[in-house]
């Protein structure tokens, strides 16, 4: 299923797909933005998939330490809430505090 998601991404030129916030986050610190990498990512998703068991002996501090490395980039540094102006900024900023209060469903529907 991810791989198909990161597919049909690439074909409508979205950002590339993760089944989790923080996946994204690691996505976008790597700088994957383009179709391109949205196919990349599907196609290893989707030829790896029979060997991911050899990431199991992995430990999962190792893991995490990545995961937590880009999820406190952008939220310490958030570049594009930083970019805006006006409404658009106080919309963005009460977004980013409410979700961050409560949960995400309840932050980005005060946000729309």
């Keep these: 299923a991810q791989g198909a998601a990161c597919g ?3 074909l409508v030129g979205s950002a590339p797909v993760s089944g989790s916030m923080s996946r994204s986050l690691v ?3 790597t700088g994957t933005t383009s179709q391109l990498a949205c196919m990349i990512t599907a196609m290893i998703w989707i030829f790896m998939l029979p060997y991911m068991s ?6 999962k501090a190792a893991l995490s330490a990545v995961i937590v490395s ?3 980039t952008a939220v310490c540094i958030p570049k594009d809430l930083l970019k805006l102006s006006g409404l658009d900024a106080v919309t963005g900023w009460l977004t980013g505090i409410i979700t961050s209060i409560t949960s995400p469903t309840l932050g980005f529907g005060i946000g729309l």
């Design 8 to 10: 049909a991404a690439a």
């Design 27 to 29: 996505s976008r610190m």
């Design 54 to 59: 050899i990431m199991t002996p992995t430990p």
């Design 70 to 72: 880009a999820v406190v």
